[in-house]
């Protein structure tokens, strides 16, 4: 089974600042993909940023990078710069290689402070 | 059409009675899912639909809901005789079906029995 774990309910951060979220998750598989979705309060979910497991490289899009760590299973997304408009309920994802149903985290809230 | 669309945007039954939400996916998008939200929450796996192949229904949960996919396109998520407990916010979200695919999802449609 695979679970996508976030221990982080809610944290705060000044504008400007930089903030780390944390995630990890759990599989026997070695091909899989891991995402970052940004829930703001219009409900709508936004794709922050991907990373495929088979990339020894970190993604990055513009302030937003991850750290991912494959042998311990952790995917945590840095956040450069808060911006006001950054704070959102924040979700880490993971599907498998051969296309599955999406398993999320239970998500962190994420308030930056002006 | 350019976004997952989903109707009606909030909705309010009373307890008992039956109620079809709607998810019109991305043009071209052959995998739709459906998740649930609770207040707060993260989202819970409903059903997934990927092109021609029998649905994963695993998440559904209980036989009061059903999802259909008509050619391929539009679907309708169907909850019988609603319980309180079935308030929560619906979340559709459609992908391609390629690898490292993102899903995208629509607004999503909350729900509220009374």
């Known amino acids: 089974a695979q679970t996508v774990t976030q221990s982080q309910p809610e944290m705060s951060v000044q504008e400007a600042e930089t903030v780390t979220l944390s995630c990890t998750y759990d599989?026997?598989?070695?091909?899989?993909?891991l995402f970052w979705y940004k829930q703001p309060p219009s409900r709508q979910m936004i794709l922050v940023i991907r990373q495929e497991a088979y990339k020894q490289q970190n993604a990055t899009e513009n302030r937003f990078s991850v750290n991912f760590q494959k042998a311990a299973k952790s995917f945590s997304l840095k956040i450069s710069d808060s911006q006001l408009g950054d704070t959102a309920m924040y979700f880490c994802?993971?599907?498998?290689?051969?296309?599955?149903?999406?398993?999320f985290g239970s998500g962190t809230k994420l308030n930056v402070k002006p | 059409g350019a976004g997952v669309s989903q109707s009606p945007s909030n909705k309010v039954t009373e307890k008992g009675k039956d109620v079809e939400l709607r998810c019109d996916p991305i043009s071209g998008h052959t995998a739709l899912y459906w998740y649930r939200q609770s207040l707060g929450q993260g989202l819970e796996f409903l059903i997934y639909?990927?092109?021609?192949?029998?649905?994963?229904k695993s998440g559904l949960p209980s036989d009061r809901f059903s999802a259909e996919r008509t050619g391929g396109s539009v679907s309708t998520l169907t909850i019988q005789r609603t319980q309180q407990e079935d308030s929560a916010v619906y979340l559709c979200?459609?992908?391609?079906?390629?690898?490292?695919?993102?899903?995208?999802f629509g607004q999503g449609t909350r729900l509220t029995v009374v």
């Open positions: 979200a459609s992908s391609l079906e390629v690898t490292s695919a993102a899903a995208f």
């Open positions: 994802a993971f599907s498998l290689y051969n296309f599955n149903k999406f398993y």
């Open positions: 639909f990927q092109g021609n192949s029998a649905p994963d």
């Open positions: 599989t026997s598989e070695n091909n899989y993909y």
